[in-house]
């Protein structure tokens, strides 16, 4: 986006096409140059709030261009639907509906701003904001069918690749989570006693208390089977988790107590591991908690054999 306004806003200032203060148009060309050199640097260790800082420097740089080249008139109106297009192919990835409003509003806002003081300004604001309308719905329908997409047709949670990807995601914007590994127990069993309708409706039934038990910004991603994976706030995920299996599940069948077995693992920006041993380490977490309580049950049982 930044790139992209630089240029064509150079390349109409220096053919003459607008009529803009050269002196104003460098010292924006220079502020744009130092913020991407500002972001480079930054990305390394940025969090979210980069992405924060990203909206606020392109919302005032859109502003300031489209009041020094003519305010309601100015030919530079497309940048701004540009960046609302630019902003839903990123959304688009994760068929995130969330963040439609604030693009909306913000585009709404950059028109306001950037036309204030032209008398044509009334008139101005309600063509564009029908053209921001358009783009809201337009916008909605393409995430909502992209969401469902990225969804596990069974379970309804994020199916493992575009899980993977979201999770991959949330490494580079090196946000802290805890990840958890989740393996149902006794799966096959549900399946041989009750069949596999039954199946479902546990895998189903399991799925919306794993959501249920997290935020809406966090993860859940059916990885595989009876297998799940859990990202969520640092600390807390465990007590989250352990909550999910205090209930039996309703069935077609009647209820049907289920156990997990779960590995967690935090993940901290600057520990420097991937996601390909991140996944590892949360696996290996699992395995070693459900070998952990199968000693413990066997211990249990020969004390009481010697008990009695």
């Known amino acids: 986006m930044r790139l992209i306004l630089g240029l064509a ?138 969401r469902l997409g990225r969804l596990d047709p069974l379970t309804r949670v994020l199916h493992r690749g575009a899980g993977i990807e979201r999770l991959a995601e949330k490494i580079r914007r090196r946000e802290a989570f805890d990840l958890a590994f989740v393996d149902l127990k006794g799966f096959k069993q549900i399946n041989d006693s009750f069949g596999h309708v039954v199946g479902d409706e546990v895998l189903r039934s399991l799925a919306k208390r794993l959501a249920a038990s997290v935020r809406a910004r966090d993860l859940v991603i059916r990885y595989g089977g009876d297998e799940f994976l859990v990202v969520g706030p640092v600390h807390t995920l465990k007590n989250r988790l352990q909550r999910v299996f205090m209930q039996p599940l309703a069935t077609s069948k009647g209820l049907v107590r289920i156990e997990g077995d779960i590995g967690i693992v935090t993940w901290l920006p600057g520990r420097g591991m991937d996601l390909n041993s991140l996944l590892a380490m949360a696996d290996a977490e699992m395995y070693r908690m459900k070998y952990t309580i199968i000693r413990e049950d066997r211990k249990r049982a020969g004390g009481d054999m010697v008990h009695r």
């Open 9 to 146: 806003t150079g390349a109409l200032v220096i053919s003459g096409a607008v009529n803009i203060n050269l002196s104003a148009y460098f010292l924006l060309l220079i502020a744009n140059l130092m913020y991407g050199i500002f972001v480079w640097l930054a990305s390394k260790n940025a969090d979210v709030w980069l992405d924060w800082l990203n909206l606020i420097f392109d919302t005032a740089m859109t502003i300031a261009v489209l009041q020094m080249s003519g305010r309601a008139s100015s030919p530079f109106v497309f940048l701004v639907y540009f960046w609302l297009f630019a902003m839903l192919l990123v959304n688009a990835r994760y068929g995130d509906l969330r963040a439609l409003p604030l693009l909306s509003g913000v585009g709404l806002l950059v028109f306001a701003l950037g036309a204030w003081g032209d008398q044509n300004l009334p008139a101005y604001l309600a063509v564009n904001a029908i053209g921001v309308g358009m783009f809201a719905f337009t916008a909605q329908t393409l995430l909502r069918e992209r």
